[in-house]
C-alpha cells in the first residue's frame, strides 16, 4: 500500500512539474488586399502588409498562433461571441469598443476614397458634391467616423449592400453603383486584379487618415497578450519596422480630381 501510495504521488508530482502548453490564439483576418490576401500556399494562409506585422508581433511576443481568412461579417461574428479570439485589420468605433477589446497602438493608417468609373464626377473638396448618388457598401464595414456619418445622415439615401469586395468593385465597374468608398491601395489592387484600373477614378481623400488595430474578444480573456502585444507594436513603429513592411505593398498614389 504505501509504494502504491508513494508511486501515486511520484507520478502527480511529474505531471504537476510538467510545462503546460499554452493554448494557440486563433485570430481571424477578412481578406483586405494588399493588407490581406488569402494565400493558401503558404504557412498562414495569406500574405500582406496586416499578416507580416501580425507574424512579427507574435514572434517577438513569442505566442503560438494560426490565422483564418474569413469574409468580414463572419470574422465579426466569431470574435464577438467567442469563437475567434482577435480581429486583424479593424476600425475604431464607439460601437464596436463596447463589444471588443481593442489594441492601443495601431498597425498602421488608411486612406479613404470614394471610387468611381464615371469621369464626369469631380471631388470638390467634400462629400457633398457626390450627394444622393447611389453608394455602395460592404455589409458590417467602418469607412472611418466621416464616411460612416456621411452614410448615417441621409446624403446618400440609396445604398446597395455587398457581402464581398469582389461583389462591391463588380458593382463599380458595371455601373450598377455610382460611388463606393473604399481603402486606396485596396481598391487600386483589387481593379488591376479585375482588369478596369484604367477605368477607375478616385475622390478624395475623405477626412483624416484611419487608423487600424488588432481588437480582441472580450470573452477569451486576453488581456495580458493584448498588453504585450501593444508595447510590440509601440517598438515596432519606433524600430522603423511596420514602415518597412507596409512600404513592400503600398504606393504613392496620386488619386483625386
Given at each position: 500500500?504505501?509504494?502504491?501510495?508513494?508511486?501515486?504521488?511520484?507520478?502527480?508530482?511529474?505531471?504537476?512539474?510538467l510545462?503546460?502548453?499554452?493554448?494557440?490564439?486563433?485570430?481571424?483576418?477578412?481578406?483586405?488586399?494588399?493588407?490581406?490576401?488569402?494565400?493558401?500556399?503558404?504557412?498562414?494562409?495569406?500574405?500582406?502588409?496586416?499578416?507580416d506585422?501580425?507574424?512579427e508581433?507574435?514572434?517577438?511576443?513569442?505566442i503560438?498562433?494560426?490565422?483564418?481568412?474569413?469574409?468580414?461579417?463572419?470574422?465579426?461574428?466569431l470574435?464577438?461571441n467567442?469563437?475567434?479570439?482577435a480581429?486583424?485589420?479593424?476600425?475604431w468605433?464607439?460601437?464596436?469598443?463596447?463589444?471588443?477589446?481593442?489594441?492601443?497602438n495601431?498597425?498602421?493608417?488608411?486612406?479613404?476614397y470614394f471610387f468611381?468609373?464615371?469621369?464626369?464626377?469631380?471631388?470638390?473638396?467634400?462629400?457633398?458634391?457626390?450627394?444622393?448618388k447611389?453608394?455602395g457598401v460592404?455589409?458590417?464595414?467602418?469607412?472611418?467616423?466621416v464616411v460612416?456619418?456621411?452614410?448615417?445622415?441621409?446624403l446618400f439615401?440609396?445604398?446597395?449592400?455587398m457581402?464581398?469586395?469582389?461583389?462591391?468593385?463588380?458593382s463599380?465597374?458595371?455601373?450598377?453603383?455610382?460611388?463606393?468608398?473604399?481603402e486606396r491601395?485596396?481598391?487600386?489592387?483589387l481593379?488591376?486584379?479585375?482588369?478596369?484600373a484604367?477605368?477607375?477614378y478616385?475622390?478624395?481623400?475623405?477626412?483624416d487618415?484611419?487608423?487600424?488595430?488588432i481588437?480582441?474578444?472580450?470573452?477569451?480573456?486576453l488581456?495580458?497578450v493584448?498588453?504585450?502585444?501593444?508595447?510590440?507594436?509601440?517598438?515596432?513603429?519606433?524600430?522603423?519596422?511596420i514602415?518597412?513592411?507596409?512600404?513592400k505593398?503600398?504606393?504613392?498614389?496620386?488619386?483625386g480630381?
Amino acid at each position: 500500500m504505501r509504494r502504491l501510495t508513494g508511486f501515486l504521488t511520484l507520478v502527480l508530482v511529474m505531471c504537476f512539474c510538467l510545462p503546460v502548453q499554452a493554448e494557440k490564439i486563433v485570430l481571424v483576418a477578412p481578406e483586405f488586399p494588399p493588407q490581406i490576401v488569402r494565400t493558401p500556399s503558404v504557412p498562414l494562409g495569406a500574405t500582406g502588409a496586416a499578416v507580416d506585422i501580425v507574424a512579427e508581433a507574435m514572434r517577438r511576443a513569442d505566442i503560438d498562433f494560426e490565422l483564418k481568412t474569413v469574409p468580414w461579417s463572419r470574422a465579426m461574428y466569431l470574435v464577438k461571441n467567442g469563437g475567434a479570439d482577435a480581429i486583424v485589420n479593424i476600425y475604431w468605433t464607439q460601437e464596436r469598443s463596447e463589444i471588443f477589446d481593442f489594441c492601443t497602438n495601431e498597425m498602421f493608417y488608411d486612406h479613404v476614397y470614394f471610387f468611381t468609373t464615371d469621369a464626369s464626377l469631380k471631388w470638390k473638396g467634400d462629400m457633398r458634391s457626390l450627394a444622393g448618388k447611389t453608394v455602395g457598401v460592404v455589409l458590417s464595414y467602418s469607412y472611418g467616423p466621416v464616411v460612416d456619418e456621411a452614410l448615417r445622415s441621409g446624403l446618400f439615401p440609396r445604398q446597395i449592400e455587398m457581402y464581398t469586395l469582389a461583389e462591391l468593385m463588380e458593382s463599380v465597374a458595371a455601373g450598377k453603383v455610382q460611388v463606393a468608398p473604399l481603402e486606396r491601395d485596396v481598391a487600386i489592387y483589387l481593379a488591376e486584379q479585375a482588369g478596369f484600373a484604367d477605368k477607375l477614378y478616385a475622390l478624395g481623400p475623405v477626412g483624416d487618415k484611419i487608423p487600424s488595430y488588432i481588437a480582441f474578444s472580450r470573452l477569451s480573456n486576453l488581456t495580458d497578450v493584448r498588453k504585450k502585444l501593444d508595447k510590440i507594436l509601440l517598438q515596432m513603429h519606433h524600430d522603423g519596422t511596420i514602415d518597412s513592411i507596409t512600404e513592400k505593398y503600398y504606393r504613392k498614389v496620386n488619386a483625386g480630381s
